[in-house]
């Protein structure tokens, strides 16, 4: 039994690389893709506040475009250093969409 939730993601995906907002599931977050491969992380910088999406990848990593953080796309830490981190979350392309996982509350794991 999964313990994730999938979603699908109703926005259009470019075929080049790209950081946006998208609005999935009550969560803001920015998907990200990068050298081909797609990413989704928590929109907000927790250093300062920023909004991801408003910066951009380098060395596969998310820039904060207020002071610069960096933060893995593959699992969120940050830079050496930085001491904090930023949730990501799973992609998968299937053959009718892009979907991202989001893991389920305990009581509904139950149920």
Known sequence: MSHLNWIKVNDNIPDDDFVKEIKLDGKKL??????????????????????????????????????????????????????DYVNTYPVEVRNDGTYIGFEKSFWKRLF
């Open 30 to 83: 920015c998907l990200v893709k990068d050298h081909g491969k797609l990413y989704a992380v928590e929109n907000s910088c927790p250093h300062a506040g920023g909004i991801l999406s408003g910066g951009w990848c380098k060395n596969g990593n998310i820039i904060c475009p207020i002071h610069r953080w960096e933060y893995s796309l593959e699992n969120g830490r940050g830079a050496s250093g930085q001491g």
